[in-house]
């Protein structure tokens, strides 16, 4: 600091004045580098604050994409679990309808292969001549109609196997059933079956039966016999020569012809169930 010589009282004057301003102006700076200091701290804290809220805010946005990202994580992973196990069940569902078509298509060739082993054997039995064929060849017409059975009333037979058959009307009989109920052996029923077709009784149609060949017999025409009236009253009656359908004496009246009728009936049908 100078030390100034005071000469007067108004340069004294002057000089505290001087100073006065001075130490005014200096106050004056003194203040303003407080305030400026102050406001620099103030706008340092605010900058802090102002970084630390957007260095908070930028870890809540990073958290929440973190979090996002982890959800989204967590759902693609049980997606692809679910993806997984779909392909999985899918994979089985395949497994199964391959097993299903093999097996199938097994069934199919075993199926085909039976087919044509029936076939096969079909056209084997058609390849087989019957022994009614073989019959018909080694017999002439004659030797056939004029078959006939030991102690057998071969007229009988004939009628009584033809109205069993016509019995069985347009469905017909097959032989080997006819002959069991006739008791009849099976030579002789082949005999008697060409017999009958020789007499223009019966058809005789070759059929594949159970893998074998036999004859179904149907009724042609129905012979006109003397056995079905032999007991008929009428033959012997003493008053035939007055009866007539619309007289006094007459069949719709006559108790002989209904008991004999009911008699016949109930012969045929123990015939029948024999
Ligand atoms: S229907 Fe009777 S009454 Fe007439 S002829 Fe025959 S048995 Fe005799």
């Known amino acids: 600091m100078v030390k100034k010589e005071i000469t007067s009282p108004a340069k004294l004057k002057k000089e505290l004045e001087e100073a006065k301003a001075e130490l ?29 809220a957007v260095a908070k805010k930028k870890a809540e946005a990073k958290k929440k994409v973190d979090k996002k990202k982890a959800v989204a994580k967590k759902k693609a992973e049980a997606k692809k679990k679910v993806d997984k196990k779909k392909a999985e069940a899918k994979k089985k569902v395949d497994k199964k309808k391959a097993e299903a078509k093999k097996k ?23 390849a087989k001549r019957t022994y009614e064929e073989e019959l018909e060849e080694q017999l002439t017409e004659d030797e056939i109609k004029n078959f006939a059975i030991d102690k057998t009333d071969m007229d009988k037979l004939v009628n009584r196997v033809t109205e069993m058959i016509a019995s069985y009307a ?11 109920k006739l008791k009849l052996s099976s030579r002789d029923g082949s005999r008697l079956a060409l017999k009958l077709e020789k007499l223009g009784n019966i058809t005789r149609e070759k059929i ?8 179904l017999l149907l009724i042609k025409k129905i ?31 006559c ?14 049908k123990r015939h029948e169930t024999n």
Not at 104 to 126: L, N, P, R, S
Not at 231 to 245: D, Q, Y
């Open 24 to 52: 005014v102006s200096r106050n004056k700076k003194l203040k303003l580098s407080v305030k400026t200091e102050a406001k620099k701290k103030v706008d340092k804290k605010k900058a802090e604050a102002k970084k630390k």
């Open 104 to 126: 199938e298509e097994a069934k199919k060739k075993a199926e085909e292969a039976k087919k044509k082993e029936e076939e096969a054997k079909k056209k084997e039995e058609e």
């Open 170 to 180: 347009t469905n017909g009989i097959l032989q080997n059933i006819l002959w069991r």
């Open 208 to 215: 594949l039966e159970n893998g074998r060949w036999t004859y």
């Open 223 to 253: 012979p006109i016999s003397t056995i079905s009236i032999e007991n008929a009253p009428c033959l012997v009656c003493p008053v035939e020569g007055k009866c007539s359908t619309d007289g006094e004496i007459s069949p719709k009246t």
């Open 255 to 268: 108790v002989y012809i209904e008991d004999w009728v009911l008699t016949e009936l109930k012969t045929k």
